[in-house]
């Protein structure tokens, strides 16, 4: 029996926390996730931040001799949270810095984060729902994190406030193995 073609290499955008404060379990997963990118072949496409999830996640991939693009506000660079060793666009504003993150991903995927991953992946959702893009979305559901907003999507659906057909935007997993297999199962 013949195995699976490998996946062709994708670059993957992460959106994630980049807070100093978060439990080890979630820089655990961030740092598994970067690991399996680079020994995957992906290239990791993120906010380029040196701390939190965005910090452990870099150093994964870097460490693995993997590939990083980030892209990350001037004013992040000149306070110093910016990642070192890889390629980096510095950007003036979000809105740059969000479009960078948008184009150059073939997939999204939500590890657990704060007030701006949650805009950046419902973002994502919200384009591809009006046919602007048909890329994979999965969010990496760490110790339950994102319940209580699949939670309030699905009373969005059991109220029709979102149509049934759109269940299918994006798709929820545990671990990083399962988020990466979703990924390149959708892009064989």
Request: with cysteine; charged share 20%.
């Amino acid at each position: 029996m013949l195995s699976p073609a490998p996946p062709r290499p994708l670059a993957i955008t992460v959106y994630c926390a980049s807070s100093r404060r978060v439990a080890p379990l979630y820089l655990n997963v961030a740092t598994q996730l970067g690991r399996l990118l680079a020994q995957r072949g992906h290239t990791l496409i993120y906010g380029g931040g040196n701390i939190g999830l965005m910090g452990a996640l870099a150093t994964a991939v870097m460490e693995q001799g993997g590939n990083i693009r980030g892209v990350i506000l001037d004013d992040f660079v000149e306070r110093g949270y910016a990642s070192a060793g890889h390629e980096m666009q510095s950007v003036d504003d979000m809105r740059m810095r969000k479009r960078g993150l948008d184009e150059l991903g073939d997939a999204y995927l939500a590890l657990p984060g704060g007030f701006g991953t949650l805009e950046e992946i419902l973002e994502m959702i919200s384009f591809k729902q009006l046919g602007l893009h048909h890329k994979p979305i999965v969010f990496v559901n760490t110790s339950g994190y994102f319940d209580h907003l699949l939670a309030q999507f699905e009373r969005g659906f059991q109220e029709a406030f979102i149509h049934d057909k759109f269940r299918s935007l994006y798709v929820v997993v545990n671990t990083p193995e399962e988020a990466l297999a979703r990924i390149e199962d959708e892009a064989r």
